[in-house]
């Protein structure tokens, strides 16, 4: 935890309201998300238990599986997920938009738009990568056949939940996460995790503090829990009864449709505050304006989601269950960029986020003193425009003569330190030689070079390109990591097989 939002937690506290921690949104917040809260069973492995889900407040669709350890109703409830789920990812399906690339030689097609997942929290994340995994494999003949549906649904949660592993994504969002990447509650992280008390700290009711609020939103009588878990106390006394009365009402259809009823208005009972929680949630985001990178983020999300219906529409495979030593390095290095990027891209963006770097000798910020925007330098063999600038700050300046700095307002362009000279009476005169971001003339065009009086943010954070890794193609891999392919005979997974009661 950083200091600023160590701070921002004690202020939180101290007000009894959470603190913002980010003057704009850092994530792609869709005019049209689907929202999803899963139940499941307790003792069960992921088993299915109920979900609400819609695309929009009014269209909430309610799934119930009245008995979670029988297989043939989860996978009717995994089809009726997908007769929802499925229809929504069609709805962008629609529109392209031509991106040209090889600098304008080419141009590839993708989406202009694509689906967005919330779930409540992160174990909701957790619930749909584990129903996604358990359905993307299963046959649609043979023994215990399922739906067509069933198993598309299956790679496109796992898509979804692959994309929420990337830093920045926004293509599958826990709402608890979102809120807390905002804004600074007065509990501790795990706390952070219970969607109802996160927005009692947000927005707390009238006459009460975030603090009580809070606490209030932890009884489970008051406010059932935003899932996928469940409360024991209702398991024991009202959910298992109320699946025993349905089990044993197979034999009367009347009795099993009012078993039926009594289960399904418990579980909606269950839900519906969550439900109405999400879309607080989401309204509360959207009150934060747009950081300026977002959308460079979401188009990678569209360009994912194109790549994977184009994969899907070709007839490719599902996702395998374990990767190779080549597409795990590949994954781990694109993770690592990733995080990478989108630490800097908010420091960029925020000047909230900044601020936490500031404190951590990783930027500065002053006001410039003197600047020579004709500055050429003819030393090499030909003359390039270097201007100069000197930036006086009275924040600590740890980087060393010839690092480069960055500015987010001008992040196309490159400061070299030239001199650092510590004055007495606390200020730091920073001496910077500029290049790029001026053109290719010698003069530099209005607004590139910074002015006198401008006050500036400087920082070693790069937003520029990051090279990717060399790692060898699968018939190079050495025999220790799986390869070269043919060698040996692999190993084949089992087919899938589980055993129900």
């Not at 689906?115 to 990568?129: E, K, M, S």
């Not at 198993?151 to 920045?168: C, D, S, V």
């Not at 404190?359 to 003197?370: I, K």
Request: charged residues 20%; proline residues 10%; aromatic residues 6%.
């Amino acid at each position: 935890m950083s200091t600023l939002r160590a701070l921002a937690r004690a202020q939180a506290v101290a007000t009894g309201r959470a603190q913002p921690v980010a003057t704009v949104r850092h994530l792609h917040l869709s005019d049209r998300p689907l929202v999803l809260v899963p139940l499941a069973l307790a003792g069960e492995a992921n088993a299915p238990l109920a979900a609400m889900v819609g695309a929009a407040p009014d269209e909430a669709r309610l799934l119930v599986v009245p008995q979670p350890r029988n297989r043939d109703q989860r996978f009717a409830f995994a089809a009726e997920l997908a007769g929802i789920v499925l229809p929504y990812l069609d709805e962008f399906r629609d529109l392209t938009e031509a991106v040209p690339v090889d600098r304008g030689r080419d141009v590839r097609h993708r989406y202009v738009d694509a689906p967005q997942l919330l779930v409540p929290n992160p174990a909701g994340i957790t619930f749909l990568r584990l129903f996604g995994r358990s359905t993307r494999f299963r046959r649609t003949d043979g023994d215990y056949p399922v739906h067509p549906s069933v198993p598309l649904l299956g790679r496109w949660l796992t898509f979804f939940a692959e994309r929420a592993e990337q830093p920045g994504s926004s293509a599958l969002l826990a709402l608890t996460d979102a809120l807390t990447l905002h804004w600074a509650t007065g509990q501790s992280v795990v706390e952070d995790l219970h969607l109802p008390a996160v927005l009692g700290w947000l927005d707390p009711p009238a006459g009460l503090t975030g603090a009580e609020a809070a606490a209030r939103a932890e009884d489970p009588a008051h406010c059932p829990p935003a899932g996928p878990a469940t409360d024991p106390d209702f398991d024991n006394r009202r959910l298992a009864p109320a699946i025993e009365a349905y089990t044993r009402a197979e034999d009367d259809p009347a009795a099993r449709a009012t078993a039926y009823d009594e289960l399904a208005g418990l579980l909606r009972d269950q839900l519906a505050p969550t439900w109405e929680l999400m879309w607080r949630g989401v309204g509360l985001l959207r009150t934060l304006p747009a950081g300026a990178r977002v959308t460079g983020r979401w188009a990678g999300d569209r360009d994912a989601f194109t790549a994977h219906a184009e994969h899907v529409d070709a007839g490719g495979g599902p996702q395998p269950r374990r990767d190779g030593a080549v597409a795990a390095a590949l994954r781990l290095q694109r993770l690592e960029r990733a995080s990478t990027a989108w630490a800097v891209q908010r420091a960029y963006d925020d000047p909230l986020v900044m601020a936490e770097h500031r404190l951590s000798g990783e930027a500065f910020v002053g006001e410039v003193t003197l600047a020579d925007p004709a500055r050429v330098d003819d030393s090499g063999k030909r003359p390039v425009l270097r201007p100069r600038i000197q930036v006086v700050t009275t924040e600590p300046v740890p980087m060393p003569v010839g690092a480069t700095l960055y500015s987010p307002a001008r992040p196309g362009q490159k400061a070299k330190i030239v001199f650092v000279t510590p004055g007495g009476d606390g200020k730091t005169e920073v001496v910077l030689e500029l290049s790029g971001g001026m053109g290719r003339g010698l003069t530099a065009p209005p607004g590139s070079v910074p002015e006198v009086g401008e006050r500036m943010c400087l920082t070693s954070l790069s937003d520029g390109f990051l090279p990717g890794g060399a790692f060898p193609a699968p018939e190079e891999t050495p025999w220790t990591h799986g390869g070269p392919p043919g060698t040996a005979a692999a190993p084949q997974d089992p087919a899938p097989a589980e055993d129900w009661s």
